[in-house]
C-alpha cells in the first residue's frame, strides 16, 4: 500500500504557470504507474496526464496537451504535474493516483478511475481570468 499526499496548488492568474507534487510513503513508489487527474465543480473527476514507471513513456489528455508536464523522481519518492499557460477552465482540485497494474496488452497505461489503486486527498487550483 502506498499513501500519496499532493502540494503545491493555489491561485494564479490566467497564463501563469503552476507546478503540484505527489510525494509517496513508500520506496516502491517506482513500481507504481502515477496518473493526475482534476475535479471541477459539479463534473466529473477526469483523466489529465500518465507517467510510467520508468518516466519513459508519459501520456496527456487533449485538453492539456503542450501545456502541461508530468514527471517523477522515483529517488525523492515524488511526482510532478508542471501546469503552463492556465487558463480558467483548469480551476479543479488535482489529484494524483497509482496504479500497481502491470498491462500486457493494449496501452501501457488507463484512462479510467477504476483503474488506479491508491489516491491521494487532492490540492485546489484556481485559475483567475
Known amino acids: 500500500q502506498v499513501q500519496l499526499v499532493e502540494s503545491g496548488g493555489g491561485l494564479v492568474q490566467a497564463g501563469g504557470s503552476l507546478r503540484v507534487s505527489c510525494a509517496a510513503s513508500?520506496?516502491?513508489?517506482?513500481?507504481?504507474?502515477l496518473g493526475w487527474f482534476r475535479q471541477a465543480p459539479g463534473k466529473e473527476r477526469e483523466f489529465v496526464a500518465a507517467?510510467?514507471?520508468?518516466?519513459?513513456?508519459?501520456n496527456y489528455a487533449d485538453s492539456v496537451k503542450g501545456r502541461f508536464t508530468i514527471s517523477r523522481d522515483n529517488a525523492k519518492n515524488t511526482g510532478y504535474l508542471q501546469m503552463n499557460s492556465l487558463k480558467p477552465e483548469d480551476t479543479a482540485v488535482y489529484y494524483c493516483?497509482?496504479?500497481?497494474?502491470?498491462?500486457?496488452?493494449?496501452?501501457?497505461?488507463?484512462?479510467?478511475?477504476?483503474?488506479?489503486?491508491?489516491w491521494g486527498q487532492g490540492t485546489q487550483v484556481t485559475v483567475s481570468s
Open positions: 507517467i510510467s514507471r520508468s518516466a519513459s513513456m508519459t
Open positions: 513508500r520506496r516502491t513508489f517506482s513500481s507504481y504507474i
Open positions: 493516483a497509482a496504479d500497481q497494474t502491470y498491462y500486457t496488452s493494449g496501452t501501457w497505461y488507463r484512462r479510467g478511475i477504476s483503474e488506479y489503486d491508491y
